[in-house]
């Protein structure tokens, strides 16, 4: 119980790093990777909300994730990605003043590197391309870090067409110093054995349950 609690408590700890990251990226109008990057981008091609289609772009991942990485980390990461959409609501009545802008990009870099370190590290993620990334990394050790990256670069670049590219490049620099982080502290946070008795006891627990 001790160790589920600890666990959380820094699950939450790196969303509110994560969201501040975010918030100094959006005070800057920079852009953002993964699914709320390609979120965005549909976004600004369809008349669809952006809540609707990040949920649309998470789903197909969600899948992988219960195949592969298991029940209870797709429950985290459900929960987590529904916190954090809370956390940057909250985070947007606080009036913060613009830093010059390339250090804005170190600064939500650093951010959101620790923040989603944190979270990875602990069992959950932040949604479609963390999950994709944890797959890869415990499928084919291909270094998490890499894959955010690159899904990342992709996004940015499709954005910057879209909107800009002085703002699409220094968003690039944020989401390199945020994938270092992430790749240099990376720890696994499940693995095949661990899902599989994982599995089995959370099947146990309900099957008690009915039969109670």
Known sequence: MNHLITR???IIIGLFVTSLGLRILAIHH?????TAGVATILDFMTNWSWGILFFLVNLPFFIISIQKLGMRFTISSLISITAIS????WFQIFQVT???DWFATIVAGVFIGIGVTLVLNNGSSLG???????YLDQKFEINRGYTIFASDFLIIFLAGILVG????????GAIFIASS???RY???PINAKQVQEEESQFSTNISSQVHE
């Open 8 to 10: 959380w408590l820094f």
């Open 30 to 34: 920079f852009t953002f990777g993964g």
């Open 86 to 89: 809370f956390i940057s609501e």
């Open 98 to 100: 613009p830093f010059p």
């Open 128 to 134: 479609g391309i963390h999950i994709l990334a944890l």
């Open 165 to 172: 590219w002085s703002n699409a490049l220094l968003s690039v």
């Open 181 to 183: 982080i992430i790749g």
């Open 186 to 188: 990376k720890k696994s």
